[in-house]
């Protein structure tokens, strides 16, 4: 079967680049800024960097140790696992709901990813060259509700995602992030010099630390917590199947830290390359997608050297948001791919077409399918609550209870080879800490409100 020559990362640095191209995606530059302007700026900061490193990163060395000990899809891996360990196959359901949610995922993620390419190609052309506030949101909402255009640029962001992923770990995703990741760092380090010194750096920077409690409150803190699963991409099988592909030599505990500062550190960077813009053009920080898509291109447009900037910022945007769509479709791939009835090339096409008609759906609920809502929620609300909300958290959940209660304590200390110190701070959070503060959240996003 396929499974016996299971894929391995060719390095520490590979694995590297490709968990954190995981992590960095829309999530930091699209989402982060506007969610921590609607949580009153700096107190929302410290609440989700809070929750990245007590709860995010505890939960990244549990996912990642899961994954390496089974060495298979996170479905096999846990089935395996639990055989192992002499517990019930019910356990399989966290990978179950990892492969799924990963895929339901990946369908409206793909969308903006093609708002993004959309975006590139708008920025070069000069399209954004002196665009007004109403010309900006104008264009932005023809551009959604069109029934055809979103739905080619949807095409091709899944078609590059494709591409990368049928050529397996070595040649295709690990060739693709180390050279993708590096040159998203030097576009982001580019970009925050320069909003740095033509733009309002200082008022950023006061926005974005100088805490306004009043603004905080429960449901803030329980976006703030959705957000770090979101943007460390933990629970639901990316971080399982990276985790698969390690080799024994790599420190779990070593690596999970320096994904979650990666990750932290480019959603601030993303924040200071973009706040100073908004704040030196006077903007109006815009609500929800609209802060990149409808208020940057207004500065864009003003700005001397504006489309050069403007084709730096969405192509960088672009690039992590590759990075972060391969993790997603990689799940699926691999695990049809075990089931050793498909290729790995024929099941990235099936999976990718798949996901392609799914994410069509979500993308014409903005336009023509606007009025079709599931539970009173639109196509994309829905996806985005089922996975967010639900699936994201219980199988966050139930991995650190699967660690913490029905594995025994010496093969997760043999499997990590952590520092005793540091491993009895990590059991702990995961024993108690992790599971209720997440079923705290849980409840209140379920029955809270
Ligand atoms: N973390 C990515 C982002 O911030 C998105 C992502 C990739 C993800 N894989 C994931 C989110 C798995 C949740 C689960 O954009």
């Not at 969610?35 to 995010?56: K, Q, R």
């Not at 104008?138 to 591409?163: C, E, K, Q, R, S």
């Not at 306004?212 to 976006?223: F, G, I, P, T, Y």
């Not at 069509?360 to 809502?373: A, E, K, N």
């Amino acid at each position: 079967m396929a499974g016996t020559t299971h894929a391995h990362w060719s390095s520490r640095w590979a694995f590297i680049m490709a968990a954190v191209g995981s992590a960095v995606g829309l999530g930091n530059i699209w989402k982060f800024p506007y969610e921590a302007n609607a949580g009153g700026g700096g107190a929302f900061v410290l609440v989700y960097l809070a929750f990245v490193f007590l709860i995010g990163t505890p939960l990244l060395v549990a996912e990642l140790s899961l994954g390496r000990r089974g060495q298979s899809s996170p479905i096999r891996s846990m089935e395996k696992i639990a055989k192992e360990e002499g517990r019930t196959n019910w356990w399989s359901l966290v990978g179950w709901s990892g492969v799924i949610g990963s895929f339901i995922v990946i369908s409206f993620y793909s969308i903006v990813g093609g708002w993004t390419l959309s975006y590139v190609v708008e920025a070069v052309t000069g399209g954004m060259t002196g665009i007004t506030k109403d010309a900006a949101e104008a264009h932005f909402n023809d551009m959604v509700t069109d029934p055809i255009n979103p739905l080619i640029w949807h095409a091709v962001f899944m078609a590059i995602t494709v591409g990368i992923v049928l050529r397996g770990v070595e040649g295709g995703l690990e060739k693709a992030v180390t050279v993708l990741m590096p040159a998203l760092f030097v576009l982001l380090v580019g970009l925050v010099v320069y909003s740095g010194v033509t733009g309002d750096f200082s008022a950023a920077v006061n926005f974005l630390f100088a805490p306004d409690w009043s603004k905080m409150n429960a449901d803030v803190a329980l976006n703030a917590l959705g957000q770090s699963f979101f943007s460390l991409s933990l629970a639901l099988g990316s971080i399982m199947v990276y985790g698969s592909y390690l080799t024994k030599d790599v420190k779990i505990g070593k690596a999970a830290v320096t994904i979650a500062g990666a990750d932290s550190a480019v959603a601030i960077m993303a924040g200071l390359a973009i706040f100073p813009i908004v704040f030196q053009f006077g903007l109006t920080v815009g609500k929800e997608e609209g802060l990149v898509f409808m208020t940057l291109p207004i500065a864009f447009g003003q700005m001397t050297g504006g489309a050069v900037i403007g084709t730096l910022f969405f192509g960088l945007l672009t690039v992590a948001a590759i990075t972060s769509s391969i993790s997603l479709l990689e799940p699926s791939v691999s695990y049809l791919e075990e089931t050793d009835k498909l290729d790995r090339k024929k099941a990235t096409f099936l999976i990718g077409t798949a996901a392609f008609l799914l994410g069509s759906l979500s993308s014409l609920g903005f336009g023509v399918l606007s009025d079709v809502t599931i539970f009173g929620k639109s196509i994309i609300g829905f996806k985005s609550y089922i996975t967010n909300n639900l699936m994201m958290p219980l199988a966050g959940m139930f991995m650190a209870i699967f660690i913490g209660w029905f594995i025994s304590r010496k093969n997760i200390m043999d499997e990590l080879a952590m520092e005793d110190r540091w491993f009895r701070v990590w059991y702990f959070m995961i024993k108690f800490v992790c599971p209720i503060a997440i079923l705290i959240v849980f409840y209140n996003i379920v029955f809270g409100f």
